[in-house]
């Protein structure tokens, strides 16, 4: 018998999850920030802000900013001076990233499209390694990490912000009914499509809690590991270093 994964609630067999994600972001990659700004309220802006700030870009670093399609994280990098390498399994995001770019006449980014878990750069390339809000959606996340960790120079720094738990008294009950009832509705109204918003939301909730997720940073090889939580835990930011 194959081996099964969690695609949201269902197990799947692991040969079709990815090519399942796969299509719920190119169902959802025109719409994907103006959902993100209905889903959050617009806080996701600040928390991706927040989060660059943590991970401090220096110019003519070498980052690599995986999942990253939209281009939302390395277009906050980009007056830092850093060679960003923008990187996401699906075209269709990178496509909608390459065309913002555009717009904002941002030159210099480089796009291209990679699985998380099977990297084609080689080892000890960059400087930095980020990935926001994808990292759930990988079929391994062990394998993925073990890739970030082997493509990062030593002394090169991880950093990783994905939806978590919270841990608020009372705001749980709170947010599981506005994930499981509301944010699918919100994706049927602005994009047509609340079977992916639904899975999106179900994704959440069968990511690793915070102190599970961290124990698989350090058993990718990094030191030095943190976790900041944001929002009372339903956000949170990963940190660890190659050394």
């Not at 700030?53 to 110019?59: E, L």
């Not at 084609?120 to 990490?145: E, K, P």
Request: hydrophobic fraction near 40%; charged fraction near 25%; proline fraction near 3%.
């Amino acid at each position: 018998m194959s081996d099964r994964v969690s695609f949201g609630y269902q197990e799947v067999d692991v040969s079709e999850k990815t090519e399942m994600v796969g299509e719920v972001f190119s169902k959802v990659a025109a719409k994907y920030d103006i959902m993100n700004d209905a889903m959050s309220g617009g806080m996701h802006r600040l928390w991706k802000d927040r989060f660059v700030r943590r991970v401090k870009p220096q110019s003519n670093e070498a980052i690599l900013d995986m999942a990253g399609g939209t281009g939302d994280i390395a277009f906050r990098m980009v007056p830092s001076g850093a060679q960003i390498t923008v990187s996401d399994i699906n075209q269709d995001m990178l496509d909608v990233g390459i065309e913002r770019a555009m717009d904002r006449g941002i030159d210099g980014l480089v796009w291209s499209r990679q699985n998380a878990e099977e990297l084609t750069f080689s080892s000890r390339t960059f400087d930095a390694y980020t990935i926001v809000f994808g990292i759930r959606n990988v079929t391994h996340i062990d394998r993925a990490l073990k890739e970030a960790h082997r493509v990062l120079k030593h002394g090169g720094r991880f950093y990783c912000m994905e939806f978590s738990t919270t841990e608020w008294p009372g705001f749980k009950e709170v947010y599981d009914l506005y994930s499981h009832k509301l944010m699918p509705k919100i994706g049927g109204l602005i994009a047509q499509d609340e079977d992916s918003y639904r899975y999106l939301a179900e994704s959440i909730r069968r990511f690793p809690p915070m102190p599970k997720f961290e124990q698989m940073i350090r058993d990718a090889g990094f030191s030095r590991t943190k976790v900041e939580a944001i929002f009372g835990g339903a956000v949170a930011i990963h940190s660890g270093w190659k050394i």
